[in-house]
Antibody
Framework: EVQLVESGGGLVQPGGSLRLSCAVS????????MKWVRQAPGEGLEWISY????????TYADSVKGRFTISRDNAKRSLYLQMSSLRAEDTAVYYC????????????WGKGTTVTVSS | QSALTQPRSVSGSPGQSVTISCTAT?????????VSWYQHHPGKAPQLMIY???QRPSGVPDRFSGSKSGYTASLTISGLQAEDEADYYC????????FGTGTKVTVL
């Protein structure tokens, strides 16, 4: 069974840092691109970052560019999101999602991890 | 990139059909054929329902269908069922991903 499990969320002060992880199982991780998507309280989904299977390509939404870094360890079957200079508006549930094979969709999602930025 | 505009809510009785629109305001997003749709029950993982405008992943019921005309993509749910009550988001890829504003589907 294909599974994505996020972890690492929590309460952090404004300006602080946090590292999210996404552990995957049930598929050949290195052959799929991965994304991070978030949902702020009462808001819709927002794509924030993409990484190709070979890690050669990484892209970011303007809202997090320069503050967040996406990475992956294919040997450990894990995806990461390093978040720094956190702001109140980064408060959200963060989801990792697998890129659809041969398409630009997100075909499998985790259940999310909650990040709260507050003093 | 600008957002994709969806109606805030749509509703229908069991067995009826509902259609959710997703309108782009820019040519890059509007010209993309990489439109996908996601169903999201609050507190759960979102689920892919349609990709590449009209393709249905394995396991998604065939009462879910997608289409696109000009700058507007649409998701139609035929034969509405109670379990279809959820939030639905369109998403377009044009160099980056842009999600729609989201639509709450209510089954009366």
């Amino acid at each position: 069974e294909v599974q994505l499990v996020e972890s690492g969320g929590g309460l952090v002060q404004p300006g602080g840092s946090l590292r999210l992880s996404c552990a995957v199982s049930g598929f050949t991780f290195s052959t799929y691109s991965m994304k991070w998507v978030r949902q702020a309280p009462g808001e819709g989904l927002e794509w924030i970052s993409y990484i190709s299977g070979d890690t050669d390509t990484k892209t970011y939404a303007d809202s997090v560019k320069g503050r967040f870094t996406i990475s992956r360890d294919n040997a450990k079957r894990s995806l990461y999101l390093q978040m720094s200079s956190l702001r109140a508006e980064d408060t959200a549930v963060y989801y990792c999602a697998r890129g659809g094979f041969g398409s630009y969709s997100m075909d499998v999602w985790g259940k999310g991890t909650t990040v709260t930025v507050s003093s | 990139q600008s957002a994709l505009t969806q109606p805030r809510s749509v509703s229908g009785s069991p067995g009826q059909s509902v259609t959710i629109s997703c309108t782009a305001t820019s040519s890059d997003v509007g010209g993309s054929d990489f439109v996908s749709w996601y169903q999201h029950h609050p507190g759960k993982a979102p689920q892919l329902m349609i990709y590449d405008v009209s393709q249905r992943p394995s396991g998604v019921p065939d009462r879910f269908s997608g289409s696109k005309s000009g700058y507007t993509a649409s998701l139609t749910i035929s034969g509405l069922q109670a379990e279809d009550e959820a939030d639905y988001y369109c998403c377009s890829y044009a160099g980056g991903y842009v999600f729609g504003t989201g639509t709450k589907v209510t089954v009366l």
